[in-house]
């Protein structure tokens, strides 16, 4: 997920210098100062920018040049560095006697352009969104093609005036999946917001909040106005017929059912023959197809609108957010609770971290135990119900942290901290680790200490091959763990993609949705793979198949998985469960693991998990039957929330006239 956000923020940034030769833009990540950007004109007009920040070691660094044609668009580029996992790039772009031609580290290509076109580099620095903007601002209609493929427009969404005067907001779509917001000053100069990733002229840094809350209001108009148009509310009682429920307590499916939904409460389950709609009632007629509880995705970062909007499409009615901003986030939660933004329902875990070079994007930050214990208590009083430690907290906070949460009633988790293993950091008072690889790790430890850096990736790679499940110390570890019940978070769809060695695939799992995207989208849909050292070659082949089976021999044991992603919402955890059964657990115990299962580790049983009376009304209809075929967890026909009807297939002004009759399609992965 990380690589998705920073590839559509790295487009927002700021626009071409027209009153300087040359200017600084500002970074923030979280609003703490993260790196800068140079933007400097050169003679003859060519633009030279130096783009570089640091994201716990992390992070793009790209000196790129270009040159631009009397309507802004570029018909010369070339961008040379590495990208945010320090790959190397090297990008190229020229349009030259109607013919445009691109290279980068994940395409090339080239065709005949006869009309205006714009060409969005892979890589490229912030500034370069400016361009588009000021580009699009030229064009007939507001409106360009985009190279390598696509259409993006944009428009004015409002104004702000700041200490460094008059800002317009514009929004651009059709480079994601919502709109992207930009300001542009009235020479042209530009900056983005956002509560992740800011990007500002110097000078400018005071004005984030007032831009981001200027924003925000946008933002949440556009989504409430696409929430009440898909968003259906039964008039009165909703009934579900003729389907066949899934049951993760026995893991039984059982034809022929009725649930009875009053207002967003299920009030009997039943035979079909036993259940009696009352007059006026809505009724969906299941046609037999499988109804479960609904999903749970337990590792997102909701950074915009979009994200809640693909988690209902795919299903998933219950998330847990595993870090984000403490001002804005909270918002969102609040929206998608009251219906005026699509999304899940949302447990929220507060990230802590330390300081220094490889710190998380927080301004949650401790190194003194009454800090820490100062965050905790923040975090318990703002309705957190856990805290996730980071890579950077000091290893003697750990034990601190952990008894001050769960002293509030909060669970604890997190990365494993650089200099910890993870058996440490159970012993220490963790609940639950996140990310399968610290488990690696721990078999790596003590000679891999350091894992801020990429080492907790790249280390993995090269040995987890090593650690099969009948080695003594890896029997041992799984054993302890089970002893000490800790839960974990594997985000398994993540390791394959950085280790498969091909940057140019797209992200597996992906493969047959990734074609039905918007044509920019399907570009950050790319893999982002690690570059592979020749040498080991063969390890990285062999580690994402044996971190496969350690997970089933973590599940054999009898520990507890609870599925999450940390990717693209949605549909990433339909693959995040494919890889569960490819690993070798059972379908209905992965059905379990994504339904039943979180909702006893978070300890909301009394309203979620399973399909019952007097639980909250989340389900999913399912073209197919995913106990004996996971993928079909991929066919929803319809999505409940709250007695909510949400169809991902037609609009609401597509379904039959009648209310008590509403037609559900199976859906194409």
Not at 243 to 253: I, K, N, T, Y
Not at 331 to 354: C, F, H, N, Q, T
Not at 364 to 392: C, F, L, N, P
Request: aromatic share 6%; with cysteine.
């Amino acid at each position: 997920m990380r690589r998705i956000i920073v590839f559509i923020l790295a487009l927002t940034g700021a626009a071409q210098a027209s009153a300087a030769e040359q200017r600084t833009d500002k970074i923030l990540i979280q609003g703490n100062s993260a790196g800068t950007q140079t933007v400097q004109i050169e003679p003859g007009g060519a633009v030279r920018v130096e783009y570089s920040y640091n994201d716990r070691g992390r992070g793009d660094h790209i000196i790129a040049t270009w040159k631009l044609d009397a309507d802004g668009l570029p018909i010369e580029y070339e961008g040379r560095g590495n990208d945010y996992m320090k790959a190397a790039v090297e990008e190229r772009f020229e349009i030259k006697g109607g013919k445009a031609s691109w290279k980068n580290r994940s395409e090339k290509g080239d065709q005949a352009v006869t009309g205006k076109a714009f060409y969005l580099p892979l890589n490229a620095p912030p500034e370069f969104m400016g361009v588009l903007a000021r580009a699009l601002l030229k064009a007939p209609g507001h409106k360009l093609a985009l190279l390598p493929a696509g259409e993006t427009s944009i428009e004015e969404a409002g104004k702000a005036t700041t200490d460094k005067g008059e800002l317009t907001e514009y929004r651009i779509t059709g480079l994601s999946f919502t709109p992207q917001s930009i300001w542009l000053d009235r020479e042209g100069t530009a900056a983005s917001v956002s509560s992740w990733f800011s990007v500002v002229p110097e000078g400018l840094e005071p004005a984030i909040p007032q831009l981001l809350t200027a924003q925000e209001k946008t933002d949440a108009a556009w989504s409430e106005r696409i929430a009440r148009a898909l968003a259906h509310q039964p008039r009165g009682d909703l009934v579900i017929r003729n389907a066949s429920l899934f049951d993760p307590r026995d893991l039984s499916v059982t034809p022929g059912t009725s649930v009875l939904v009053r207002a967003d409460r299920i009030v009997r389950v039943g035979p079909d023959a036993g259940i009696t709609p009352s007059v006026g009632a809505e009724i969906i007629d299941a046609h037999g197809r499988f109804l479960m509880p609904g999903l749970w995705d337990n590792h997102q970062h909701f950074a915009d609108s979009e994200g809640g909007a693909l988690d209902l499409a795919n299903g998933v009615t219950s998330a847990r957010d595993m870090a984000n901003d403490t001002d804005t986030f909270p918002k969102r939660v609040a929206r998608y609770d009251d219906g005026s933004e699509l999304g899940p329902r949302v447990l929220k875990a507060g990230i802590i971290d330390g300081t220094g070079e490889f710190a998380g994007p927080t301004k949650m930050r401790a190194d003194t135990a009454e800090k820490a214990v100062e965050i905790v208590d923040w975090y318990a009083d703002h309705g957190y119900v856990q805290i996730k430690i980071y890579s950077s907290i000091k290893p003697e906070l750990v034990p601190i942290i952990a008894d001050r949460a769960h002293a509030r009633g909060l669970r604890v988790s997190g990365h494993v901290p650089a200099f910890m293993s993870a058996r440490q950091f159970v012993e220490n008072g963790a609940d639950e680790i996140q990310h399968f690889n610290f488990i690696e790790l721990n078999f790596l430890f003590p000679e891999v200490k350091e894992t801020r850096n990429r080492d907790r990736f790249i280390k993995v790679a090269e040995h987890a091959r090593e650690f099969i499940p009948d080695k003594p110390v890896v029997r041992e570890f799984i054993k302890f763990l089970k002893d000490h019940h800790t839960v974990l978070d594997p985000t398994m769809n993540v390791f394959e993609g950085l280790f498969c060695g091909n940057p140019s695939a797209v992200t597996p799992g992906l493969e047959d949705i990734v074609p039905r995207f918007p044509a920019q989208i399907r570009r950050s849909m790319l893999s982002g793979a690690l570059e592979v050292p020749a040498d080991k070659a063969t390890a990285y082949r062999e580690a994402f198949p044996a971190m496969l089976r350690l997970l089933k021999a973590v599940s054999d044991a009898g520990i507890t998985i609870i599925p999450g992603t940390d990717a693209l919402p949605g549909y990433s955890l339909h693959h995040e469960l494919e890889l569960y059964a490819r690993a070798g657990i059972p379908a209905p115990e992965v059905l379990r693991l994504a339904t039943l299962t979180p909702s006893q580790a978070m300890g909301v049983t009394k309203d979620l998990g399973i399909i019952a009376a007097g639980k909250l009304a989340d389900m999913v209809l399912i073209d197919g039957d995913p106990a004996k075929n996971i993928r079909d967890t991929r066919n929803i026909t319809t999505v409940i929330k709250g007695g909510k009807v949400f169809d991902p297939v037609l609009p609401l002004a597509q379904r039959d006239a009648s209310p008590q009759s509403i037609r559900h399609l199976p859906v194409t992965p």
